[in-house]
């Protein structure tokens, strides 16, 4: 028997029974990978999430918010994997194409199911996939894949990302005191469809409103008045299979941060529980 670096124990000869038997409260799986240009990123990334052990259990909803490189035609072809496409007739940022996923699972989704939100370009690993599984089993509500716990790292990405990612998380942990939480801004995430439920029948379309980057750090703000169970699993981060530049730019997500602290500060806690 092993452990590997998710946190899945193995023995010789592991079938899929097994994890499926690791992971048995959960439901299906949706993953929602919101897409802006990366028709050179999707293929290799459906290919890993269709090579996961319980991917006969995963829906994948891509997001083309908008994209003229021909990101919405990666979808077809996908062998062994459920796939299916939500349009953007423009760009409309992350934040966006993140709400419209999660809407279009949450009209599918029983309350049993899970929703796995995952970057499309390729950087984040979907062989964690039952590793968040398993910890949704044990109890947990929202699961990260956090990069500032013991085994996660990225060192991959390029310094001011680095630097941006952990000033952030610095800041808010500081101010927003969501126990649980180290990593703010990772956007490798598991939800219970039930959790994303009660938010939703509260905030409505409001549950995600920023355009850009700071939609990671909203999501988990309004989520925190729902008080649910977080955990954290490693996260390696693969910014070296990343095919294009990132289309975080520095200046705008810093605002939108402080834009975003600014209104949860002053915005009224919901008067009822969630």
């Given at each position: 028997?092993?452990?590997?670096?998710?946190?899945?124990?193995?023995?010789?000869?592991?079938?899929?029974?097994?994890?499926?038997?690791?992971?048995?409260?959960?439901?299906?799986?949706?993953?929602?990978?919101?897409?802006?240009?990366?028709?050179?990123?999707?293929?290799?990334?459906?290919?890993?999430?269709?090579?996961?052990?319980?991917?006969?259990?995963?829906?994948?909803?891509?997001?083309?918010?908008?994209?003229?490189?021909?990101?919405?035609?990666?979808?077809?072809?996908?062998?062994?994997?459920?796939?299916?496409?939500?349009?953007?007739?423009?760009?409309?940022?992350?934040?966006?194409?993140?709400?419209?996923?999660?809407?279009?699972?949450?009209?599918?989704?029983?309350?049993?199911?899970?929703?796995?939100?995952?970057?499309?370009?390729?950087?984040?690993?979907?062989?964690?996939?039952?590793?968040?599984?398993?910890?949704?089993?044990?109890?947990?509500?929202?699961?990260?894949?956090?990069?500032?716990?013991?085994?996660?790292?990225?060192?991959?990405?390029?310094?001011?990302?680095?630097?941006?990612?952990?000033?952030?998380?610095?800041?808010?942990?500081?101010?927003?005191?969501?126990?649980?939480?180290?990593?703010?801004?990772?956007?490798?995430?598991?939800?219970?469809?039930?959790?994303?439920?009660?938010?939703?029948?509260?905030?409505?379309?409001?549950?995600?409103?920023?355009?850009?980057?700071?939609?990671?750090?909203?999501?988990?703000?309004?989520?925190?008045?729902?008080?649910?169970?977080?955990?954290?699993?490693?996260?390696?981060?693969?910014?070296?299979?990343?095919?294009?530049?990132?289309?975080?730019?520095?200046?705008?997500?810093?605002v939108q941060y402080l834009l975003l602290l600014t209104r949860d500060r002053l915005a009224p806690v919901p008067f009822r529980k969630l």
């Amino acid at each position: 028997m092993r452990v590997d670096e998710h946190g899945i124990r193995h023995s010789a000869g592991a079938t899929t029974a097994a994890v499926q038997n690791e992971i048995r409260t959960c439901g299906d799986i949706h993953v929602v990978l919101p897409a802006y240009n990366e028709a050179a990123a999707l293929p290799p990334l459906l290919r890993r999430i269709a090579d996961v052990e319980i991917a006969d259990r995963i829906t994948v909803w891509v997001i083309d918010d908008g994209s003229s490189d021909g990101t919405a035609d990666c979808v077809a072809g996908v062998r062994g994997l459920d796939v299916r496409l939500v349009r953007h007739p423009v760009n409309l940022g992350l934040g966006q194409a993140v709400q419209s996923g999660l809407r279009a699972v949450l009209a599918e989704a029983a309350p049993d199911h899970v929703v796995i939100v995952m970057d499309a370009d390729d950087t984040h690993d979907p062989g964690v996939i039952p590793a968040l599984l398993k910890e949704i089993s044990n109890g947990a509500d929202v699961v990260i894949c956090s990069r500032f716990v013991e085994g996660g790292d990225d060192s991959t990405a390029p310094r001011w990302r680095r630097v941006l990612s952990r000033g952030a998380t610095l800041v808010f942990s500081k101010i927003v005191r969501f126990e649980g939480v180290q990593d703010f801004t990772s956007g490798f995430r598991a939800y219970r469809v039930s959790l994303l439920n009660r938010a939703t029948a509260h905030w409505g379309e409001r549950l995600v409103e920023e355009r850009g980057f700071a939609c990671m750090v909203e999501l988990l703000m309004k989520l925190r008045h729902c008080a649910p169970v977080v955990t954290e699993i490693p996260l390696k981060l693969r910014y070296d299979r990343k095919p294009s530049p990132s289309k975080l730019r520095l200046g705008r997500t810093l605002v939108q941060y402080l834009l975003l602290l600014t209104r949860d500060r002053l915005a009224p806690v919901p008067f009822r529980k969630l």
